[in-house]
């Protein structure tokens, strides 16, 4: 399995930006489909963006649309997640996450079989 950590979390102003890192190893990014989930207190984890394997296609959560961006680095064998114009509510733990390449229903958190630790994200008001 690809072993993958999260980083570039942070505290934020509402309307500011970071940028999310998930750095694969033990194989190569490319063999899979990545996604990204965050969970906030009290809250089931959802699924926020992700990457697949072939034609690189994205797919978003509907609140996300527009604001955030997934793309891949194969050269640094990365996934990152810009994320602008950030919110309060986008206040969570966000984890990245990867599923063999040809894996479908890449919004759903049971599709996939690596798991990075998380990373802090928090929006102030």
């Known amino acids: 399995q690809v072993q993958l950590q999260e980083s570039g979390g942070g505290l934020v102003q509402a309307g500011g930006s970071l940028r999310l890192s998930c750095a694969a190893s033990?194989?190569?990014?490319?063999?899979?489909?990545i996604g990204w989930f965050r969970q906030a207190p009290g809250r089931e984890r959802e699924f926020v963006a992700a990457?697949?394997?072939?034609?690189?296609?994205?797919y978003y959560t509907d609140s996300v649309k527009g604001r955030f961006t997934i793309s891949r680095d194969s050269t640094e064998n990365g996934v990152y997640l810009q994320m602008n114009s950030l919110r309060p509510e986008d206040t969570a733990v966000y984890y990245c996450?990867?599923?063999?390449?040809?894996?479908?229903?890449?919004?759903?958190?049971?599709?996939?079989?690596?798991w990075g630790q998380g990373t802090q994200v928090t929006v102030s008001s």
């Open positions: 033990g194989r190569s990014v490319s063999n899979y489909a």
């Open positions: 990457v697949a394997w072939s034609v690189y296609s994205t």
């Open positions: 996450a990867g599923a063999w390449r040809g894996s479908r229903d890449l919004g759903v958190a049971s599709t996939y079989a690596s």
